[in-house]
């Protein structure tokens, strides 16, 4: 079975950053898309990034500017280049593969990843 292993999160400081790393284990037949998403608790998943071949990306109005979506192919790793991070970016964050690109995210979530956390404290 196909599994996507996130990495990379961790406490900061605001104004820091961090590179979050998901590797995919194997080909998610079907998948056309990826995305980044994030939790708190109590609240719902949200979409962070999104990416739909190697140029098409799109970002929550919170993140645009700050974070960077991107993948490398030959190691089947997507990325999430965080920088000036803020307390409210605090999350449990979430990588995804989709099987649907609606122009502006990636839906109909084929296989999640387990999360990382990343805590920015003020």
């Known amino acids: 079975q196909v599994q996507l292993a996130e990495s990379g999160g961790g406490s900061v400081q605001s104004g820091g950053s961090l590179r979050l790393s998901c590797v995919a284990s194997?080909?998610?037949?079907?998948?056309?898309?990826m995305a980044w998403f994030r939790q708190v608790t109590g609240e719902e998943r949200e979409g962070v990034a999104h990416?739909?071949?190697?140029?098409?990306?799109t970002y929550a109005d919170s993140v645009k500017g700050r974070f960077f979506i991107s993948k490398d192919n030959a190691k089947n790793t997507l990325y999430l280049q965080m920088n000036s991070l803020k307390p409210e970016d605090t999350a449990m964050y979430y990588c995804?593969?989709?099987?649907?690109?609606?122009?502006?995210?990636?839906?109909?979530?084929?296989?999640w990843g387990q999360g990382t956390l990343v805590t920015v404290s003020s």
């Open positions: 990416i739909m071949g190697s140029d098409a990306s």
């Open positions: 995804a593969a989709g099987r649907l690109w609606s122009g502006r995210a990636c839906e109909n979530i084929a296989v």
């Open positions: 194997g080909h998610i037949y079907g998948s056309v898309c």
